[in-house]
């Protein structure tokens, strides 16, 4: 699900990562894992009051076909709520994903969050209108409304996604501002590779791999 970000940013990008298993660890990355495990950190669930905090909560949605995590969900206390097992009375799940830095000009982070919260409503038979970013470098809530836009986004967005991991296609390169601030510029190429996969550059140039 976590590809979701991924693809949203490039198609090749979450191609190199999700079908060809390529991936560079750098400040960013290695910085974003720290963060995600500081979220992840402590009690699985945590009561306080009327409020469930759950980390590290497993996801996923057989519509969308995505599994994954949510950094954070809080479970409020409420009679218009869903009943969970092992726990008295109902509650309204919203989910809160943590991210390092500070928030972004595109949707990549809200498209994450709002199928983080799609699965959620599948599981639980719910409904959740809105959840939260927490961003490091701010430190604060943003509230981000879970619209019809975005969930129409997030169903395109799988669907393609899953068409391409079918066919283990991986896009080619398309120059762009993004590949200024890709984690993957060293291994996808760029300027090198506009033709052809990187599993097939490294055969045919590394490994003298004739097609
Ligand atoms: S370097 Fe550019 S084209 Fe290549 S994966 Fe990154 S963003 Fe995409």
Not at 115 to 131: D, F, H, V
Not at 172 to 182: G, R
Not at 191 to 204: G, P
Request: glycine share 6%; with cysteine; hydrophobic share 35%.
């Amino acid at each position: 699900m976590s590809g979701i970000q991924h693809f949203s940013f490039c198609r090749r990008q979450w191609a190199l990562i999700h079908i060809e298993q390529q991936w560079e660890e750098n400040l960013r990355t290695i910085e974003g894992d720290i963060f995600h495990e500081i979220a992840h950190d402590g009690l699985f669930a945590e009561k306080r009051g009327d409020l469930i905090i759950s980390r590290g909560m497993k996801v996923f949605s057989y519509s969308l076909g995505f599994t994954g995590s949510c950094d954070i969900v809080e479970l409020y206390k409420t009679p218009d709520g869903v009943e969970i097992f092992g726990r008295d009375g109902k509650y309204k799940p919203i989910p809160i994903e943590y991210k390092r830095g500070k928030p972004k000009e595109n949707d990549a982070d809200a498209l994450q969050l709002c199928a983080q919260a799609m699965c959620l409503e599948e599981m639980m038979l719910c409904e959740i209108p809105e959840a939260f970013l927490f961003y490091g470098e701010t430190r604060h809530r943003h509230k981000i409304i879970l619209d019809n836009d975005l969930r129409q986004k997030v169903k395109a967005m799988s669907k393609e996604m899953h068409e391409l991991y079918d066919r283990r296609y991986t896009p080619k390169v398309k120059p762009s501002k993004a590949c200024k601030a890709c984690s993957l510029t060293e291994i996808c190429m760029p300027r090198l590779c506009k033709n052809i996969s990187v599993k097939k550059y490294i055969e045919k140039n590394l490994m003298g791999v004739e097609e």
